[in-house]
DNA sequence: ATAATATCAGACAGAATTAGTCTGCAATAA
DNA sequence: TTATTGCAGACTAATTCTGTCTGATATTAT
């Protein structure tokens, strides 16, 4: 239907709390991320999970642990979030398609793929932080 | 997965071969587009009506029917036709959240909208005919 | 050392959405 | 009047989404 799922929305609203932790260099816990933003504790475990191993953030185990970006909130984008939790940041997978290589649909969701991609790029943590 | 459906990628092909027939005001079959088109027939009639009740294209029934466009296909952008047949042309609902009011993921949506709609918007029907 | 806390891993499942299929009626032209 | 085409809607298999649940592992505080 054409929407971002809630793995993509939750992820990115984790992030940016531990953007705000950044300069601290504060860990912040999964559940203090869930009681935050009320998003189930279970679920929210398995999207940072996710993130932690595309290595954008880093998690310390035990009592007092928790999670901190491994990067400056400047040099991360929405996008970099997007294609971690949706391993896809395109709107359409038309131009990738061997159905037909003079698909004459081609041109539009090729500059549509692209505008997205950029709009998603030029969005960084550090903006979202205030 | 953050992905047009397939419902809009084949009607945005179907009202391309529209557009190629609107000079000559040749009527097109659903029959003839789902053979060029290899989509399947039953699928693609949904599509179709769908586009006819939002009276962005209009039908005609009997031997030798078909439809046609109801305007130039210079009037007719992406953003119409993805409008009509998935609901959205947002990608994300999260501007549109009752959840909070300052929610802090908020702003990038509400940017990431804007450009993915005047990306849509931008490209027109003409623009795909060649 | 032990208990508490937190990450880490993965199986499982209900609900929703997608991508069609199938049946039949209605209107029109040959 | 018959073949063709649009038009309408019920139905369904498959997939994806949005979680839940169980348990293991690592670390720290006491």
């Known amino acids: ?28 816990s999964v559940r203090e ?8 504790f279970d679920f929210l475990e398995k999207i940072i999970s996710q993130l932690e191993k595309a290595k954008i953030i880093k998690g310390s185990k035990g009592v007092n642990g928790g999670y901190s970006l491994t990067k400056s909130p400047n040099n991360i984008s929405v996008r970099d979030i997007v294609n971690i939790l949706e391993e896809f940041d395109r709107i359409s997978n038309c131009p990738f398609c061997p ?3 003079k698909c004459i649909a081609k041109n539009a969701w090729v500059k549509i ?6 709009a998603l790029e030029q969005i960084k943590l550090s903006q979202l932080m205030r």
Chains 1, 2 share one sequence.
């Open 1 to 28: 239907m054409f929407k971002v799922t809630k793995k993509a929305e939750y992820g990115l609203r984790a992030m940016i709390i531990l953007a705000k932790n950044f300069k601290s260099k504060q860990l912040v």
């Open 99 to 101: 159905r037909n290589k």
């Open 33 to 40: 991320i869930s009681n935050k933003e009320k998003i189930s």
């Open 113 to 118: 793929n692209a505008s997205l991609a950029k």
